[in-house]
DNA sequence: CCCGGGTATGACAGCGCTAACATGCAGCCT
DNA sequence: AGGCTGCATGTTAGCGCTGTCATACCCGGG
């Protein structure tokens, strides 16, 4: 008679055909140490429950035999990832990073991973990005920003993933958003710029309908120029927002277009140093004849000459109220608001 | 009787407990498809071996239910995670991001992810980061530079995982390096200066013993000032190799020390854009009395003023060239040299 | 008519782990 | 003594997929 089939016909001692060569398991951890795979499990992932002797002996047959647990296999069974997707707009420009960090410092002692991935500040990118990343079952979710593709908010509704939008407010948020408010630091920007004389501003940066963000910036920029009776900005479109190139060039088509612009925002620091360098060549003083004001307060602002006024945006404190609320979230505890505004602050230094 | 123990208690189509609510397994496309579970798996995977009108239904069931395939699953199955492990020094650097991005341009179409970690330039961080990593079964494994932690080096090769490590060329490489001479990098800038009539070279940067490739630059610049007779460059090392901060400072620092420099190689072109400033500050003029050279070729070194002299790295495709050899090894292809090496440009600008 | 070989699909087991429940054993109370 | 409680550990059955082998079917040749 044929072996019944539930008797094991492979996987003995020798080693079925389809086990990794080599790869020490669980079982053999238990094994060496003379208890059960379960009470290896629970050495490592919850030790307050388990006997301290028993735990020592665990220990070390894990170092003895340099087990690293298989986490496929750990998602699998208990349905949780410890995995969390980010998505930003690029990895090139050190804002986001600066997020990245926090995130990840926050995140990794609770022992989560990150999966990053970029969208080039396109939703259908964004879309495309998260669906490869819904497979390894993340157990949360980052975003920037709050325009995001409809099937995307369906979907993360649909799944009740925990959501977190970043670097913007949301007046809806899918979950929760921890940003700050572009349209009021562009207002901001619009004050300062306003208390220091300028009458005629303008405004360098990324085409509107491609960055949200920096759009409502130069919303508020412009709305406030307004409301204190300046010019109205002209506006000087870049197509790719991050680039010192386009920049160096639409500064000075800004200036062709009106010689008597006093005052300049630049929708992020890359564009304004761009600017100032440009001005230098130009031989317009900075702030004397024109007054220049960045966002973002990167690295190299604050060292230019002349060192640049400009916003600065808390990228990292994001990162890390982004992790505690998503955290809070998996341990059950409290929700908190489902806005949270962080402050961005007008760094003032030479340029405006 | 009780039941036999082989015989399913739960997990019918009531759902058991351990169960996802709501979430589509492939059981639940091959059902309404009219076909089996391993039928929709081909389909996903291998197409080509199913029946044209069998995949047409298939298709049909995963786009109607939404099915995304639990990749912990198929993994844990298959043994195979698609998942490649990157550790590079920090996100902040927009040269690591360059890298990143050609990775993923790459392997994404390829059908694998990447998990990203930084190490913050010290190797025993690396070793952490890389053990959370292990965890998920990385399938191949991308480092920067050619200095690991023994243990790490001792790691990767009793596993045999596929290794490439980039930014540098090695001697012995643990697997593969994809990278570029940093030696001869700095050999070349000091070619550079030296033709310019530079008599007497300094050097600003991160400091050797954190910094294993900065170092090299550095040996190759000194190694070829003296064997066209220059002074020895005078050295101000810094504590964090890419702060503007501390460029600032180290440049006052270096003119205090040796007011005669007339040639000034900057590891890296943060510290080159906040020399060029704080020379400007010091009416130091640049190329007139002090020629600068950078390295890099960050974004904003073609735009500041004077224009940043600087070397080009081929960051973009150190990491598609690691993705190409990571997948010609997965495919069982050809293995190309060991050791490859990208060339590097000086890029002649103004400042030098 | 059968047979061999190729193609398309299915049945089954198991990847390595953990949830859920079961068991065993002290220590204490009645 | 019997039972009850609580802690430490074990047993069992999956989690959702894919490797492997089995099977069904078709076609053409003998």
């Known amino acids: ?43 490592l992932r919850t030790p307050a429950i388990v006997a301290e002797d028993t735990r020592r002996r665990v ?11 298989n986490l496929a296999a750990g998602t699998l069974a208990s349905l949780k ?15 986001y990073a600066d997020t990245i960090q926090g995130l990840s410092d926050e995140l990794s002692t609770a022992g989560y991973h990150l999966m990053v991935g970029y969208s080039g500040y396109s939703a259908e990118l964004e879309l495309s990005v998260f669906r490869a990343f819904m497979g390894r079952q993340p157990e949360a979710v980052v975003l920037t920003g709050v325009e995001h593709s409809p099937a ?18 949301a007046d809806d948020p899918i979950d929760i958003a921890v940003g700050f408010d572009n349209f009021a630091a562009g207002a901001c920007v619009a ?28 919303a508020g920029f412009t709305a406030r ?25 639409g500064f000075r088509r800004l200036v062709a277009r009106a010689p008597d612009i006093d005052g300049l925002f630049c929708l992020n620091d890359a564009l304004a140093i761009a600017a100032i360098m440009e001005a230098r060549r130009l031989s317009i003083d900075v702030p004397g004849r024109m007054r220049i004001v960045g966002f973002g307060d990167f690295d190299l602002a604050a060292h230019v ?10 990228g990292h404190e994001m990162g890390r109220r982004a ?10 505890r409290k929700r908190g608001q489902r806005v949270e505004d962080l402050s961005f602050e007008l760094v003032q230094r030479e340029s405006a």
């Open 59 to 69: 220990d070390e047959a894990v170092d003895r035999l340099g087990y690293v647990p």
């Open 323 to 332: 992790a505690r609320r998503l955290l809070d979230r998996a341990e059950g």
């Open 225 to 249: 120029c307004q409301a204190r009776g300046l010019r109205a900005p002209v506006v000087e479109p870049l197509i790719d927002g991050m680039s010192p190139e386009e920049a160096e060039s």
């Open 81 to 95: 990832s410890r995995l969390v997707a980010v998505v930003v707009p690029t990895l090139r420009s050190s804002v």
């Open 152 to 169: 995307l908010r369906r979907l993360l509704r649909k799944r009740k993933l925990p959501t977190v939008e970043i670097w913007d407010l």
């Open 191 to 218: 004050d300062h710029l306003a208390k220091a004389g300028v009458r005629h501003p303008a405004v360098l940066g990324s085409d509107p309908a491609r960055e949200a963000r920096a759009a409502k910036r130069l």
């Open 305 to 314: 000459a002349p060192r640049l006024t400009t916003v600065r945006v808390p």
């Open 1 to 43: 008679m044929a072996r019944a089939p539930w008797v094991k016909t492979s996987g003995g001692e020798a080693g079925s055909r389809r086990r990794q060569r080599g790869r020490i398991r669980i079982e053999d951890v238990a094994e060496l140490a003379g208890v059960s795979a379960i009470t290896v499990s629970r050495v």
